[in-house]
C-alpha cells in the first residue's frame, strides 16, 4: 500500500467516525425531546361499574414524575 492509499483508507475511517459520533448524537438528542403526553380512561370495577371520585394516580420511576388525578361521576379521568 503507498502513501497515498493509506492516507485515504484513514480519511474514510475518520469521516465514517465524525458520521457515527453525529448520528448518536442525534439519536440521543431525538429520544429525550418527547416529554409530554396524555392519559386519559375510564377508571372501573371487576364488575365493570364506573368508579367516581377515585384517585388515579401515574408514576415514573425514571424521573420520579408523580401525578394525581380524580375520576369525574363517569368514572373518567385524564
Do not use: H
Request: some cysteine; charged content about 10%; overall charge neutral.
Amino acid at each position: 500500500m503507498n502513501v497515498k492509499s493509506v492516507w485515504i483508507v484513514r480519511a474514510k475511517i475518520s469521516l465514517l467516525s465524525v458520521l457515527c459520533l453525529a448520528l448518536c448524537a442525534f439519536e440521543a438528542q431525538a429520544q429525550t425531546s418527547i416529554s409530554s403526553g396524555t392519559i386519559n380512561g375510564t377508571a372501573v370495577d371487576p364488575n365493570n361499574a364506573v368508579i367516581s371520585n377515585a384517585a388515579v394516580e401515574v408514576f415514573n420511576a425514571v424521573t420520579n414524575y408523580r401525578q394525581v388525578a380524580q375520576t369525574d361521576s363517569n368514572g373518567g379521568f385524564q
